[in-house]
């Protein structure tokens, strides 16, 4: 289990600061999460959109392995960022599947640039975005 301080946008043009193993309660809304990680000198943040209803709930978020991770430094080369999963710049085919065996991720890599589109999926196989890379480079979200 991965315990992590994040920040809760509440969208008022406020942020709640939450720390690692703190709990909250939230009132039914529309909340964005972010979440930053470091490591090795590198860093890396994602996005959680929540939409919170009247129902009581505890929810868990999928957090995939592969991630793109840059310097901590201002203007670092652009080969200086790259995919790793885990601790290991990711290699070949990744396929990552959550505890129900249901694809959540799939790519193919080589030191650590897509050499293929990357795919994710939601909780029930179904893709939810495929990123378009060229010669290793960004080129539209689907």
Same mark, same amino acid.
Not at 109 to 136: A, Q
């Given at each position: 289990m991965l315990e992590l301080p994040y920040e809760l946008w509440t969208g008022s043009d406020s942020t709640i600061q939450i720390d690692?193993?703190?709990?909250?309660?939230?009132?039914?809304n529309y909340y964005q999460l972010h979440v930053q990680m470091d490591w090795?000198?590198?860093?890396?943040?994602?996005?959680f959109d929540l939409i919170i209803d009247q129902k009581q709930r505890v929810d868990t978020?999928?957090?995939q392995k592969?991630?793109?991770y840059g310097p901590t430094y201002l203007?670092?080369?652009p080969d200086e960022f790259k995919y790793y999963c885990c601790d290991k710049i990711c290699?070949?085919?990744?396929?990552e599947s959550d505890s129900n065996g249901v694809i959540r991720f799939r790519g193919k890599? $080589?030191? #650590?640039?897509? =050499?293929?589109?990357?795919? @994710?999926? %939601? $909780?029930? #196989?179904?893709? =939810?975005?495929?990123?378009? @890379?060229? %010669?290793?480079n960004l080129k539209r979200i689907k």
């Open positions: 690692v193993g703190q709990t909250i309660e939230l009132e039914p090795n000198e590198k860093l890396t943040g994602f996005y978020l999928y957090l592969s991630r793109f203007h670092p080369p290699d070949g085919t990744i396929i890599f $080589k030191n #650590g640039i897509p =050499i293929s589109n990357l795919k @994710y999926y %939601n $909780k029930y #196989g179904k893709r =939810i975005r495929k990123e378009v @890379y060229v %010669n290793g």
